[in-house]
């Protein structure tokens, strides 16, 4: 009921609108497939539906068609239409009068047969001539308009593309017609399949889905559709898990219950649908039993079918993403045919009388029903899939006149030729057809080398209103889609993007192991350290080459990066710290005894060499900042002999006194006589001696040594990232540096452990045995530890032993001289250290 009042309301409305309608309109004639003209144009439209059962096809004329098609219906109405629209127009055709006769194609290669020889047959007679050159051949018709659908035109292109005769279709969309080589004459206004399948390919890249099935009709349309899909998503990386074609001349329902079981197997998001509509339908009636969901793909064929969007239950498939032919409102054709229905109407009574008593032929009418038409039936020119096409009947015609207006040298009173009088021929038309360019309703309109347009298609969504579907724009397309994905309303439990992958996507630095036949079904394996993935499509990772490396699951490779005991790290403000202490330490202990300079303390701790030996001290903590901050070529071959060297002056020094004890102590007798030679040339001599030969040890570890870069150069790079240190090689002349002064402290240890203590005397030796002992452990505990450290460690646990070994040189050998001169200053004399300044034992006390 609502429904009826809907009509009754667009009636209405288009009835108040009629006092504004053009007044050609008076003259339109209710010949509803016939319009007699100069020249004529022939029109093949599926006016019908078949009735009759083809497997019993035994005649060539027992092919029944009795039920009407009102989309067919609908598009041959376009066609009456803009011709008579073209007729009334004084300067497309001056003077000439364009005419149509249309056809029914059944949709069957067997019923269009018959028309297309009738539009081969010589002007004016119903005979084809048999000739050997049909160049100067005037046929009935100057150019043909349809048929509908891809699997008429292989039956009928080939012939018509014989005598070149302009063939445009307004709905087959099968890509095979772009050859001109066995289709010649065949032109279009609507976009081929390879661009809808370009369209489709680039939709599923830009929502990611890339594990789809394809469902086609086994026709001509169907087959093509499919196979070009199907390459073109395999060079796109996308996997077709399952494909398969519905057959049109068996009953389809096994096939379809088969095709669904696959389709839900196969665990598929996504799925193609290449069909016709009437087989499209039959497949939705399935999946509605089933209750599937998914997003579906739809063809232009069936995007915008009513048959199928009104389906019960329909609602309940899921998504349904559809393509349609760019389009353009008609807005005179609805009026146009409400009046023509009115006509006919007013004059059945008439039409009643005259009916003679045989009925006529298919050919001669093929629609006898069409006299009961009245203005309610208008509501069939209304759907949207009507008012969508019927541009692309309309744009033919036009661009048909426009080659005509070309052809005949017209412009816009009078033509330099007169179809009356003038001969011209398909294939003359063809040549302007090409090159035809005109705007249609506002479209610019021409055609490519393939007899293609130059428009794509638009892309719409269902959008389910209860019972009702609409359409919402959500998209375009001509040669690259482009997609308002926020105006999508995906019908999933979430309202989100569905998923339509084998295998979830693998993330950064991992390659794809396939599995199984499918490229889309992969494992994702990291690339470990080292190698890196360099292309998203390799399936194996690349090797980094020679000095560079990688991190797990890298995606390149990069030069290291080193780092190093930078002054603001904790460890290095650590050591710094401590540096500062022992520097503190060494002013303390040089400040008192340069005060007391000259004084039996100090010469008895090896006077002026003493001093150097402090001094030492202090050299050896300065160099150890060597150790820390950005390592260089000259900082490296410094680092180790300073650090080494300076000590090695203060243990010389520690040496020669160690050597005065062991004189005084083993030979008692004879210390007298040399001790003042032993303090004096040969202390020098001992100390320039021991350092000349750890001097020389140092001159061959820098020589043997490489240089920082050279050392950085033959670096096996298999890090991002590492501590940079000077190199320690030779190793064995680092040991022996090393060695040499804990072979100095172990020759003063071992000189001095076993002296006695001097009755009153100060006990020197066990300043020296315990400093050089601790010192002598100290070093030789570091030798294992530091082979067990990585670098950075390395480094700082020998700025920690230096430092340690440092302080105890200080607190052992130096400080407990300080205390007896600040704590028993009276002690400072020569009688108290007599025995080791003279040799002699002190005057005992009276």
Known sequence: MAQEWILLLCLGFLGSGL???????????????????????????????????????????????????????????????????????????????????????????????????????????????????????????????????????????????????????????????????????????????????????????????????????????????????????????????????????????????????????????????????????????????????AVWVASTAWGLNEDIFNLPGISSIGTVLAFADITKTINLFTPYVLELFTKIEAERPLLFTQQPDAQPSPLDNPCPRCSNLTSVNVSMVMTNLVQRSAFKVHSAIYCVAQALHD???????????????????????????????????????????????????????????????????????????????????????????????????????????????????????????????????????????????????????????????????????????????????HAWVGFHFFRHRGTPLVKMAGGSLSGLALLCLVGQCISLLLFLGQPGDIVCRLQQPLNTFFPTVTLSVILTVSLQIVCVTEFPEKSTEHLKNLRGRVSWFVVLGCCGAQAGLCGWYVQEGPSLTQYVSKLEVVYVRSFLRCPVEPVLNFGLMLGFNVLLSLVSFMSTFMALKPVGQYNLARDITISTLTYCVMWVMFIPIYTSLDDKFKSIAQVAVSIASNMVLVANYFLPKCLLLIKRPELNTDDHFRIFLEGVPPTPPE
């Open 407 to 585: 052809l005949l040298g017209c412009n816009a009173k009078s033509c330099a030729l007169n179809p009356k009088t003038d001969k011209f021929y398909p294939w003359q038309l063809l040549k302007k057809l090409k090159n035809v360019s005109i705007n249609v309703e506002g479209i610019n309109f021409t055609f490519d080398k393939e007899g293609n347009p130059n428009f794509g298609y638009d892309m719409m969504q269902w959008i389910f209103n209860g019972t009702s579907v609409n359409f919402n724009g959500i998209g375009s397309f001509y040669q690259n889609l482009k997609i308002n994905k926020d105006e999508i309303k995906w019908h999933t439990a979430n309202s989100k993007v569905p998923m339509s992958t084998c295998s979830s996507n693998c993330e950064t630095g991992q390659v794809r192991r396939v599995k199984g036949y499918h490229s889309c079904c992969f494992d994702c394996i990291d690339c470990k350290e080292g190698t890196y993935l360099n292309k998203s499509d390799d399936i194996q990772c690349t090797q980094c080459p020679t000095g560079q490396w990688s991190i797990l699951r890298s995606t390149s490779c990069v030069y290291p990066i080193y780092i190093f005991l930078d002054w603001t790290n904790n460890e290095s403000i650590a050591l710094i710290l401590g540096g500062i202490l022992l520097l503190a330490s």
């Open 19 to 293: 006092s504004q309608n053009p007044p050609w309109f008076k003259n339109i004639s209710t010949s509803l497939f016939k319009s007699p003209g100069d020249i004529l144009l022939g029109g093949l439209f599926p006016i019908n539906e078949i009735t009759s059962n083809l497997s019993k096809h035994v005649k060539p004329d027992d092919i029944e068609c009795n039920r009407v098609n009102t989309y067919g219906l609908s598009m041959s109405l376009v066609m009456k239409y803009s011709v008579d629209k073209i007729n009334a127009e004084p300067d497309l055709l001056p003077g000439i009068t364009l005419g149509f006769e249309n056809f029914d194609t059944c949709m069957q290669p067997a019923v269009v047969m018959k028309p297309v020889l009738q539009f081969l047959t010589k002007e004016t007679s119903d005979v084809m001539e048999i000739s050997c050159n049909y160049t100067d051949y005037k046929p009935r018709v100057i150019a043909i308009i349809g048929p509908n659908n891809s699997d008429l035109v292989p039956h009928i292109g080939k012939l018509i593309g014989f005598f070149l005769m302009p063939l445009i279709s307004y709905g087959a969309t099968s890509d095979v017609f772009s050859d001109k080589e066995s289709y010649p004459s065949f032109m279009r206004t609507v976009a081929s399949d390879r661009w809808q399948v370009i369209a489709m390919v680039q939709l599923l890249k830009e929502f990611r889905w890339n594990w789809v099935a394809v469902v086609g009709s086994d026709d001509e349309y169907g087959q093509k559709g499919q196979q070009q899909f199907s390459s073109m998503a395999n060079e796109a990386s996308i996997c077709v898990a399952y494909q398969a074609l519905i057959p049109v001349y068996n009953d389809p329902k096994p096939v379809l219950r088969d095709i669904l079981d696959h389709i839900d197997d196969a665990k598929v998001g996504v799925v193609v649908v290449f069909s016709v509509p009437n087989l499209a339908k039959e497949f939705f009636i399935e999946v509605i039993k089933r209750n599937m969901t």
